[in-house]
T-cell receptor, first 111, second 112 residues
Framework: KNEVEQSPQNLTAQEGEFITINCSYS?????LHWLQQHPGGGIVSLFM???GKKKHGRLIATINIQEKHSSLHITASHPRDSAVYICAVPYSGGGADGLTFGKGTHLIIQP | DAGVIQSPRHEVTEMGQEVTLRCKPI?????LFWYRQTMMRGLELLIYFNNNVPIDDSGMPEDRFSAKMPNASFSTLKIQPSEPRDSAVYFC??????????FGPGTRLLVL
């Protein structure tokens, strides 16, 4: 079973700051997922990536397959970015597989 | 598309009662996943299906839990008998093969 570690667990920052959340995993994977969970509880998939970098608006996700590490960056952070960010990888590393999750990073952006 | 639909959204029941959670995946998706989220353990995979067939149920906590997918548009997760430690938010998600998983809104279960 893949093990996922996220850091930091909690992060409070001021509006406009550059945010980085890190994720490492134990077993080689086909793809890694970044998810966002808002206070209301809904979970939204932000990225699924298997190599390199992806960008969507102010969010950037990178992955280093050799080092089994990924980062999620938020540029020009805004209070509406406040949420829990969760890294997830396939349970056994394979392609079509259930996910195993990190414990999440609680991000608060203060105005 | 309406997205993944789960019902009920909230369920309060007493210990020992049977609980049935329902999920309708996004049309055309081959995979359906059931996850559970608790404060202590975070998000955990319970079971997943491919083309209505259970592929991996190793995350199902014990025999009190069962899941079925009788057709491509419907799945159930049943707990019988329920216990207070089953209190959690249960998420259903669906996807096409090796693609983004789309999560339902979750069912918040409280077992008294």
């Amino acid at each position: 079973k893949n093990e996922v570690e996220q850091s930091p667990q909690n992060l409070t920052a001021q509006e406009g700051e550059f945010i980085t959340i890190n994720c490492s995993y134990s077993v080689g994977i086909s793809a890694l997922h970044w998810l966002q969970q808002h206070p209301g509880g809904g979970i939204v998939s932000l990225f699924m990536l298997s190599s390199g970098k992806k960008k969507h608006g102010r969010l950037i996700a990178t992955i280093n397959i050799q080092e089994k590490h990924s980062s999620l960056h938020i540029t020009a952070s805004h209070p509406r970015d406040s949420a829990v960010y969760i890294c997830a990888v396939p349970y056994s590393g394979g392609g079509a597989d259930g996910l195993t999750f990190g414990k999440g990073t609680h991000l608060i952006i203060q105005p | 598309d309406a997205g993944v639909i789960q019902s009920p959204r909230h369920e309060v029941t007493e210990m020992g009662q049977e609980v049935t959670l329902r999920c309708k995946p996004i049309s055309g998706h081959d995979y359906l996943f059931w996850y559970r989220q608790t404060m202590m353990r975070g998000l955990e995979l319970l079971i997943y299906f491919n083309n209505n067939v259970p592929i991996d149920d190793s995350g199902m906590p014990e025999d009190r839990f069962s899941a079925k997918m009788p057709n491509a548009s419907f799945s159930t997760l049943k707990i019988q008998p329920s216990e207070p430690r089953d209190s959690a938010v249960y998420f259903c998600a669906s996807s096409r093969v090796v693609e983004t998983q789309y999560f339902g809104p979750g069912t918040r279960l409280l077992v008294l």
